[in-house]
């Protein structure tokens, strides 16, 4: 009879997010009370969306999506949005997966908790909240992957 304890093994994940934290926040309405008579228009809202990584130590990264929000009602600003919300991840990837973990499945993975505390924070100033809609990760990866291609082309 075999030993079961040979064939047990605990298989560890291979991405493993170990925590995950507002890095950096701030929500502003600069005309705040005078622009809630203009809030029967239709706001124009102009949203930036980036994200870096970083290597902490062995095998684990912190990876920041970061957003900032304006609005404004006839030129004049209703609210700014700036939201950085980070993850810590243990990865156990092999070297060729990292870049695309990193830039992909992670961000996607933190975006809904990005998306509702923006809406959250937006509904809490006493503003209908906004719901940014969905990204491709994958798009926004090959973007800056065909910019850095680029930009070493035009290096050389």
Not at 51 to 56: A, E, T
Request: charged share 25%; proline share 7%.
């Amino acid at each position: 009879m075999e030993n079961l304890e040979n064939k047990e093994k605990i298989i560890q994940p291979a991405i493993m997010i170990l925590s995950q934290y507002i890095k950096d926040m701030s929500v502003e309405l600069p005309l705040a009370p005078q622009i809630f008579k203009d809030m029967t228009k239709t706001p124009d809202v102009k949203i930036d969306f980036g994200m870096n990584n970083q290597k902490l130590d062995d095998g684990n990264y912190e990876v920041a999506l970061n957003v900032k929000i304006n609005a404004d009602i006839d030129d004049k600003k209703l609210f700014i949005v700036e939201l950085s919300y980070a993850a810590v991840a243990a990865l156990d990837l092999p070297e060729e997966n990292l870049e695309p973990v990193l830039n992909i499945e992670l961000p996607r993975l933190l975006f809904p908790f990005v998306r509702s505390i923006i809406a959250n924070s937006i509904a809490d100033c006493g503003l209908p909240p906004i719901m940014i809609s969905p990204i491709d990760f994958v798009a926004l990866y090959q973007a800056k992957k065909a910019e850095a291609e680029a930009k070493k082309t035009k290096k050389a």
